[in-house]
């Protein structure tokens, strides 16, 4: 059964959109509106587009609106739909839906019209279709695929089946990840067209002939391979063509009588322009991309000469020009049946020329990479949390979804391939700062409600609850648990239970933790925090002199945990050495237990060897930094997008041989940790956790302000290495893919092309970690991997070495857009950075729950780690014995933990007037990972919520703007011929469909879309 139809729909293209019922009339946007090619000629295909950075060095609104800046995206979109409609031959892309629909919003109902005409007649193509064009190297697939989500959930709302994208257009990403590839396979895009890669490759493809290629998206699937075309010249307009307001080439003259006649020099310098390109043609067909960074304000300027362009060539023999769209060349090229390469790999990291590898964003600006995963965890949890209220509430009048919007889109935005890269300005960066913390507090205005209602014991809700997240905990701030009563929420978003650390910024005190069953918890402890944070302003709130730190044990799938804090009085009986006394040790210290342990050096106070899985490693762990180069040579520099070091053939410098000092060492009832002083901008805490469940080592850091010299202007790059005594990995490491499937790295080694590695051996080496990085050795069957907070740049440059880049003070810009050295202040003083990493090694021999699979759970939990709130209980006499009489202390929304290897990625409200859901299940394994675990699986759906039955059970593109049975019964269905002589096919190897019992089949990695209706069967 498919939804109610949502307004009149004037003209349907190819594929029938969820948001109306398929009406079967004739198609006039897409594949249908494409120009006729001639197979005698060389097809020129120019495409006119404009490329809108959702914010870079002014913010996403300055753009926007024109207000600070000399350009505007409204006046661009509002100049493009007038000069299109004067001439129904001119076409246009359009690509990043936020700006879209700011300026949608503000439109008459005529204007609107007038847009989806041109939409559904083909003039204008929407590509991408994303909110924002985003990066691929520092996002999670999760952020990713729901950046996607909203944009196409618009234009289904507002442009209809003709807004549905065909292709992605990601021509300002620096590199490109094979899960990006994946993601649009999933989507049920035809193909994609990006422009950067590194600059051996691109002189090799051209060379070669194989700038249009198939990309292998996953070695998971069968016909994963999905078309990819490469800009040869960059996206921007050829050389003499830039007829905007903002260039300064000459307009095209045609009058013969004019004093000013210059068509012919134009006809001669653009057909020096097609024969550059001819020689390096797979097929008869050529792209020019006709624009540029906020181009077309004055549209009708550059169609005017674009108009006159093609008159030159009207009658030629050779050339056809054209106006036309990507998907409109992509067709043209699958027309003409090439043999294609095929590649497996990605295209990470990107250099524009030999010294300068664009691995430093990878990095850069960690804070605010820190800040978008925490935003987007509350935005997971709290939608799910909004589902949940909605089916159980008996109050369905309730709509507390608006709230989430800013947060929703916020996160969207932090995709950006200029925001969560940290390549913007820093006035950008404290508005993105501000965009999210304002959606975090919008959607937490009533979660009071929300968790009140979910846990109330009788039919009235409870709301007296003011929960709200500790955003600044990580200098140890939070206003509701500095209280001397206080309630705990702690919501866990996975499929499975979880028992997970939570610790809290508290008072001087010793505390009481009362559960779920009404006894005091034993294992609690209150420590001493990383620092007394004695630079942070005094407005922003009282910080906190220790860290009250307890389990939360099995906290249920998709379920809540409450837990009462009170202070018992009197100060913590835990006292500490004093601050900055070297405690002397003439022996080890062993902190942990038999199976979960760390050794400390006595003489270096440095990490020795850890224990944990049944192995003993020799691993050391320390601090380093690159001094940066300032491009006195080569004139390149690090900078926020280039990662440089000041030297190519030396070693990065070892902070950690300043002589730590150990402040501190705690055994406490659940926590060991010992207190290490690397320098005076340099600390961090080494800290297990006891109890079942927990097979890590915690590496808790604080890094700046970073020192650096008076002179020379030479920064520093720190980073944070592990070394492991005796493992021989054979230059081989893996990373992730945006937190998916694993990459395989070899030093020294690309694929496609030969590069020098002795020019930049450091940073040609470097790749981005969203979530782990890990050495192998194959001979003795171990396996040693780091995991981390945020995306970092890493590497291994020996064998039997990790390290993570953690953060980065650079006084000179790097010259690639952004103008402004990487120096971040906060506090007026340059930036602190808090962070952990997690060391988890095993042995690679079991095949049945193996520690591949062990990896992905824990990857998984650190990623969406439990929602944890604070409600101040000093008000309202709120006492443990009140609430226990009004509220249950524990509950769950799934009536089961789901298999071990598969997750609910999605659960959010999708049309209330329907009361439908947005369900998406995940494979968590790749299909050589686990023996047992890396099968299909099958889910029964109505298994999931207990007393509420899952009906209506429609399956959707990965995007959800898709029905699935409409895009497998899709026309123009590609198939692509690859150099080996393979047919590839159109769709991807998919699982069966959803039996009529509800039951869900996932191969591994697969990820499936749903729309749902879920009802209460008793």
Known sequence: MKMKLEGFISFLCAIPLIWGTPVHQKNTCGYASCPQTKSDRINVHIIPHSHNDVGWVLTENQYFTGVGATISVDNIITSVVQALKRSPKRKFTQVETAFFWQWWRKQSEKSKNEYKNLVETGQIEIANGGFTMNDEACVHYQSTIDQFTRGLRILNDTLGPCGAPRVGWQIDPFGHSREQALIFRQLGFDGAFFARLDFNDRLKRIEEKRLDFLWKSSPNFNDSEIFYAILKNHYGSPTGFCFDITCRDQPVNDDPGSFDYNADQVRSLFIKVLEDFEPHLTTNNILIPMGG???????????LNIDRLLKLFANDGKYNVFYSTPSCYLKSVNNASPKLSVKTDDILPYADNEHAYWSGYFTSRPTIKRFERTANK???????????????????TADTDPHLDTLRDSVAVMQHHDAITGTESQAVTYNYVDMMNAGIRSAEESIGLIIGTLLSKSQEKFDQLAFASCLLSNISICENSSKDRFL????????????????????????????????????????????????????????SPKELVFAAEDVPPMGLKLYYVTKKGGNNQTQPPEEFEEIAVDEDLVFGTKDLNFVLDAKTNRLKSATMNGLTLNITQDFYYYPAAVGVINFVASGAYLFRPESSTKNAKNITDDNPVLERQYRGNFVEEAHIRINDWVKQIIRVYKGSGNNFIEFDWLVGPIEVPDSYLTGKEIINR??????????????DSNGRETMRRRRNERVDYEYDPTVEPISSNYYPVTARIALRDEEKQLEVAVFNDRSQGGSSLHDGELELMVHRRLLVDDNRGVSEALDEYEFRQPLVVRGKHYLMFGSTKEKNNS??????????????????????????????????????????FISKALPDNVNILTLERWRDEEDTFLLRLEHLLEKDEDDNLSKEVTVDLNSIFGDYKVEDINETTLGANVWMEDYLNRDNKFKWNTQGNETINSEMERSAKVKPDGKVTLLPMEIRTFIVKITKTK
């Open 488 to 543: 705990v929420a702690v919501y866990n978003p996975l499929s499975k239970a979880v028992s997970h650390p939570v610790a809290l910024p508290v008072q001087n005190a010793s505390y009481s933790v009362i559960g779920d069953d009404g006894e005091e918890i034993a294992a609690v402890d209150v420590l001493d925090a990383i620092s007394d944070f004695g630079y942070v302003d005094s407005n922003d709130g009282e910080v």
């Open 722 to 735: 592990f070394t492991v005594s005796g493992l021989n990995n054979s230059g081989v490491f893996y990373t």
């Open 378 to 396: 509350i935005l997971q949890a709290n939608k799910q949390l909004r589902s949940v209220f909605k089916i159980l509430s008996s109050n369905t």
């Open 851 to 892: 520690f591949a699979a062990v990896q992905r759970d824990f990857q998984s939990r650190m990623h969406l780690s439990p929602y944890t709130l604070v409600a101040d209980a000093t008000a309202d006499n709120l006492k443990y014995e009140t609430l226990k009489s009004l509220l249950n202390f524990k509950t769950q």
């Open 293 to 303: 960074d906020f181009n077309y304000e004055s549209a009708e300027e550059q169609y």
